[in-house]
């Protein structure tokens, strides 16, 4: 019974894995979609809530 069971995990985690390689080289946009919203959650969670009243201008011309 544990043979079947490693056995059983193996398979699902090569499967997992062919999957997301899948994903990865035919460019579906599904990995980039998960990392851009895992992006979004994280900057809600843990940005600053108020912006820095502090602001400096720089200007950068010829003369300088």
């Given at each position: 019974m544990k043979s079947s069971q490693k056995t059983s995990d193996w398979v699902i985690g090569l499967?997992?894995?062919?999957?997301?390689?899948?994903?990865?080289?035919?460019?579906?946009?599904?990995?980039e979609?998960?990392?851009l919203k895992s992006y979004d959650l994280r900057m809600a969670l843990f940005?600053?809530?108020?912006?820095?009243a502090e602001i400096a201008i720089v200007a950068?011309?010829?003369e300088s």
């Open positions: 499967l997992i894995t062919v999957v997301f390689c899948i994903f990865f080289y035919t460019k579906t946009g599904f990995l979609t998960i990392e940005a600053s809530a108020r912006p820095s950068i011309d010829d």
